[in-house]
């Protein structure tokens, strides 16, 4: 099979980009219109498209050329895991480009089973994002990390915006939202309907939708801690996600998803993505549980200053 026939140019408008960080509560100024030129050092030129908003449409594209494969599904993987470096950013305006690898399969007899696309968008002066979408039997990020939770209070029983005690982990509740699952889709350039039909009694969230929310959360938890977002400015290097597709799958609207961020740790990764040789970056692990406290995703984040 030859690449995808997802290189297909794209562009993201102004409006693509509020519509996306609206639908996610997303208020980090290096995506609003006005805001990104009192960010200092802001290097970027204007205002930047969301990391997640590219991630929901390398999702559909990933869906894409699975289906043109005509391959089935395989239950036995139940985790799917996106993990991505963040290159280069892209701006408003900007054109771009996506290839999805073919799948490669691996079957037991090899190891563990998996299926993988590799995937890379690149504008005209280099890469934007670089990585890999896999199918695994259990998930690849945070897999042994455990539910910090307090002992004994059940999780819808934590208060919206609290750090949690036991722990130090940032708790942020949010809720599913047909709506704005379609403005998410929308804004990423994705075609609305392919996830949410009515007059099909369709209603599928995409796994990037709950996964975006995470970005308020972060948001807030910088927020309520005096984090001048203007005068220290971060923008995200490496996404690694793990989402558990049973659970995607049945999300409905007005589902309670509960938000849990740890504190940051700091790192200095091999692989530095949008920050400069040698900069310490913030590393922070995410979960998405649902009201029975079972885990939706996990989520490995870093974070670079800039300037």
């Known amino acids: 099979m030859a690449d995808s026939p997802t290189d297909t140019a794209r562009v993201f408008q102004q409006i693509h980009i509020d519509v996306a960080r609206n639908s996610t509560d997303d208020f980090n100024p290096f995506h609003d219109g006005d805001k990104w030129a009192r960010i200092r050092g802001n290097p970027f030129g ?62 037991a007899t ?13 504008k005209g002066d280099g890469l ?14 945070l897999a042994d990390t455990p539910l910090p939770l307090p002992s004994q209070r059940p999780i819808e029983r934590l208060a919206d915006r609290c750090v949690i005690a036991e722990s130090g982990w940032f708790h942020k509740r949010k809720f599913m ?53 203007y005068a220290q400015p971060l923008v995200y290097t490496t996404h690694h996600i793990s989402v558990d597709q049973r659970l995607a799958r049945g999300l409905r609207s007005a589902d309670a998803l509960h938000i849990l961020v740890s504190p940051p740790e700091s790192v200095t990764p091999a692989d530095r993505g949008l920050a400069s040789p040698g900069t310490g970056q913030q590393r922070y692990r995410c979960l998405g549980l649902l009201a ?12 670079a200053p800039i300037g």
């Open 292 to 303: 029975d406290s079972s885990v939706l995703f996990r989520a490995d984040l870093t974070l």
């Open 110 to 122: 090899t190891g563990s089973p998996q299926v993988s696309n590799r995937v890379a968008m690149r």
């Open 177 to 229: 939202s047909n709506s704005n699952a379609k403005n998410l889709l929308s804004g990423s350039l994705v075609r609305q309907a392919g996830y949410f039909d009515e007059l099909e009694d369709c209603i599928n969230f995409p796994d990037m939708f709950p996964v975006s929310l995470i970005s308020c959360a972060l948001l807030e938890r910088a927020h309520a801690t005096g984090h001048d977002f």
């Open 128 to 141: 934007v994002l670089l990585g890999h979408v896999r199918d695994t039997p259990t998930p690849l990020a």
């Open 46 to 107: 204007g205002p930047i498209v969301l990391g997640f908003q590219l991630e929901s449409l390398v999702e559909d594209l990933v869906n894409a050329v699975r289906r043109a494969e005509d391959e089935p599904e395989d239950a036995a993987l139940p985790f799917r895991n996106y993990q991505f470096t963040f290159a280069g950013a892209l701006r408003a305006d900007e054109a771009f480009t996506t290839v999805v690898k073919p799948s490669v399969r691996r079957a």
